[in-house]
């Protein structure tokens, strides 16, 4: 079982930044891709960024350019850096990682989700 713990949301205004991470623990065997989705009120969870194990990453087009994610093996952690937030930035922020086993399964685990609030 593994266990994704978030930190670093909160309350910022329009044009600040804010830094999440997503540390993993528990029996960990192998982490493939890890990132972020985000889900506005009333709105569907939607895909925000992605980074494998070997650093490649992938962004949505509404944060490119914004938003930078990096990645710790060692840690099992990743961190967002966003920039430049803007008012539809505000969202639950989710930790996503996609866990292989040795038996050869994929297992995709969540974080609880962090609060991004930014003011216009």
């Known amino acids: 079982q593994v266990q994704l713990v978030e930190s670093g949301g909160g309350l910022v205004q329009a044009g600040g930044s804010l830094r999440l991470s997503c540390a993993a623990s528990?029996?960990?065997?192998?982490?493939?891709?890890m990132g972020w989705y985000r889900q506005a009120p009333g709105e569907t969870r939607e895909f925000v960024v992605d980074i494998t194990s070997g650093g490649s990453t992938t962004y949505s087009d509404s944060v490119k350019g914004r938003f930078t994610i990096s990645r710790d093996n060692a840690k099992n952690t990743n961190y967002l850096q966003m920039n430049s937030l803007k008012p539809e930035d505000t969202a639950v922020y989710y930790c996503h990682l996609n866990h292989k086993a040795p038996w050869g399964l994929t297992y995709a685990y969540w974080g609880q989700g962090t609060q991004v609030t930014v003011s216009s």
């Open positions: 528990g029996t960990i065997f192998s982490i493939n891709d």
